[in-house]
């Protein structure tokens, strides 16, 4: 079966998150243009691979309302910044020429409860390389105590209620025992974000690896 992309990023849903300034909103062609407040920041890795197409089609499914949602793989969870916007993409920028491009494989189909009621895919193979990235990158301007242990993952669906979640796993596990495509993912590149729970924007992306390795001299 072929399955039709999405568009636009989810994460879990951060309680109160400290507020800061939208002046230096802009939003982009890409996502909602609402001006938006309890800015928060975060680098993901955006899946166009048939695993995240297979994503965005089961989420359209099971979860409609939330259907503005790009797949991707988070590897710095929301959070705020210490510092500009340029301290941050300059601090992304080094550590991203640092790290090659790197391959994972998506695992079985599990749930965050009781902490959340969010279903996702769980990355099996290579997640030690988002770790060690998530690790190198909570510092200085991304310095943040995080109030979950860190997890690769690919979301499905955050259901509203915890008793929406039997049902929905049990679906997505069918869904994804069926799937026959490819479960790897590569990741090449990152996606600096900006944000609140509901509405994401691009503010750059950057490369895995350093710019002669990309240019193949």
Known sequence: MRYQAALRPDWLDY???????????????????EPMTSLLY????YVRSPVGIFVEQLRRELHPAHTHADAHLTILPPRAIRGTEEQ????????????APFEVTMGDVETFLPLTPTVFIRV????????????RMNRDAFLCEEPWPYMPHLTIVKADE?????????????RWKEYSDTRKVRIAKLSFVKGNAERWIDLAAMPLGPAKARDGS
């Not at 975060?42 to 890795?45: D, F, M, R």
């Not at 099996?124 to 690790?135: K, P, S, T, V």
């Open 15 to 33: 309680s109160n998150p400290p507020a800061l300034s939208a002046a230096a909103f802009r939003p982009t062609r890409r996502y909602n243009e």
């Open 42 to 45: 975060a680098a993901i890795a």
């Open 88 to 99: 941050a993409i300059g601090l992304l920028t080094e550590i991203c020429r640092s790290t």
């Open 124 to 135: 099996a193979r290579g997640a030690y390389r988002m770790r060690e990235l998530h690790d």
């Open 162 to 174: 915890a008793d929406e979640v039997p049902k929905v796993i049990e679906i997505a596990r069918e």
